[in-house]
Nanobody, 123 residues
Framework: QVQLLESGGGLVQAGDSLRLSCAASGRTFSTYPMGWFRQAPGKEREFVALISWSGGSTYYADSVKGRFTVSRDNAKNTVYLQMNSLKPEDTAVYYC????????????????WGQGTQVTVSS
């Protein structure tokens, strides 16, 4: 069992940066690949980034590649999403999720979800 809690969202201007955190409880966190997803109003939840259990492999959606960086600290049971050069189209609720195996970009493949944190980017 893994419980997840996101934080770090907020209201920023285009071009600004934010770092989201996802704190996990449960002794098995370090064995789970982790994903970040987002959902804008009226849209389906979409994949943003994922990271392997060790942190050695990452993968990004084309829309955020080069701007967002996913990382994790298993000693702290936390995964991060550093978001730079934010754009208004990045506005969404951001969710972290845990699921196996590594490599899934479909939200239905993930077993555990946080409650989400709102990111709003103004132009």
């Amino acid at each position: 069992q893994v419980q997840l809690l996101e934080s770090g969202g907020g209201l920023v201007q285009a071009g600004d940066s934010l770092r989201l955190s996802c704190a996990a409880s449960g002794r098995t966190f370090s064995t789970y690949p982790m994903g970040w997803f987002r959902q804008a109003p009226g849209k389906e939840r979409e994949f943003v980034a994922l990271i392997s259990w060790s942190g050695g492999s990452t993968y990004y959606a084309d829309s955020v590649k080069g701007r967002f960086t996913v990382s994790r600290d298993n000693a702290k049971n936390t995964v991060y999403l550093q978001m730079n050069s934010l754009k208004p189209e990045d506005t969404a609720v951001y969710y972290c999720a845990a699921g196996r195996p590594y490599g899934n970009t479909r939200y239905g493949a993930y077993d555990y979800w946080g409650q989400g944190t709102q990111v709003t980017v103004s132009s």
